[in-house]
Nanobody, 123 residues
């Protein structure tokens, strides 16, 4: 079983940056894909980005491509989401999650989830 803990959220002005962390414990993330999702009030959970732990291959939603970067630190068993040029529409609770399903953006395919971290971008 994998336990995930997100951190790094906060309040930032539009155009600013934040770096989110997703620390994993319980087992190594080798063999998993780790995704970041976000959910704003009244909205469904939305895919943001994904990284394949073994290869480092990444995939992004069009809405964040060029602004967000997902990366991993094998020694720390941690995944990061660097968010630059933030916009008010990026405001949401951000979650990390794991899956063994190949190339999926669906939250239903992700089995272990963290508790989320709030990101608020003011205009």
């Amino acid at each position: 079983q994998v336990q995930l803990v997100e951190s790094g959220g906060g309040l930032v002005q539009a155009g600013g940056s934040l770096r989110l962390s997703c620390a994993a414990s319980g087992r190594t993330l080798s063999g998993y894909r780790v995704g970041w999702f976000r959910q704003a009030p009244g909205n469904e959970r939305e895919f943001v980005a994904r990284i394949t732990w073994s290869t480092g291959n990444t995939y992004y939603a069009d809405s964040v491509k060029g602004r967000f970067t997902i990366s991993r630190d094998s020694a720390e068993n941690t995944v990061y989401l660097q968010m630059n040029s933030l916009k008010p529409e990026d405001t949401a609770v951000y979650y990390c999650a794991t899956t063994t399903v190949l190339a999926t953006r669906s939250a239903r395919d992700y089995n272990y989830w963290g508790q989320g971290t709030q990101v608020t971008v003011s205009s």
